[in-house]
């Protein structure tokens, strides 16, 4: 799954958000029943499929024997906010209150791509992050042997 690109939404009454046709097809094809993850992450909402979840989850509980307080926090946090959803017929997943509450979404929201999973940003807060200075990451991205394609 590779979500890329970003879509302008709000929810509706109920807290349902519409997935762009694109998300919703790639969802689809690694998640045949619809069925979403959503939790916090970074103090975003993020979807990814269950099986990601249950790779995710497996990885945290074999690979980190002492984990620091900081990631036994974030792991508290995922944990918490964890729940799935179903695509319903109409391509909307539900966005139950305590995570629209803890992400801080209102209304108007920003559905942003991030490889193989999906945010969900408050409009104001997303707007926020593409008008910062960004710290320059090409001696990190240099480490990693990574090259931009130009």
Avoid: C
């Avoid at 349902?16 to 975003?44: I, K, N």
């Avoid at 959803?85 to 559905?111: C, Y």
């Avoid at 408050?122 to 710290?135: M, T």
């Amino acid at each position: 799954m590779r979500l890329l690109g970003h879509a302008h939404r709000s929810l509706d009454p109920k807290g349902r958000l519409m997935l762009t046709p694109e998300f919703r097809d790639q969802l689809l094809a690694e998640s045949p029943a619809g069925t979403v993850v959503l939790t916090l992450f970074q103090g975003q909402i993020i979807g990814i499929t269950p099986a990601q979840w249950e790779a995710f989850v497996l990885e945290l509980e074999t690979k980190l024997a002492a984990p620091s307080t900081m990631l036994q926090d974030m792991r508290r946090v995922a944990y918490a906010g964890y729940v799935e959803v179903a695509l319903d017929k109409q391509g909307r997943i539900q966005l139950p209150t305590h995570l629209r509450k803890s992400g801080r979404i209102d209304r108007d929201i920003v559905l942003a791509g991030v490889g193989k999973r999906f945010e969900i940003w408050d409009k104001d807060r997303f707007e926020a992050l593409l008008e910062q200075s960004h710290a320059d990451v090409s001696e990190e991205m240099a480490r990693a042997n990574i090259a931009l394609p130009f």
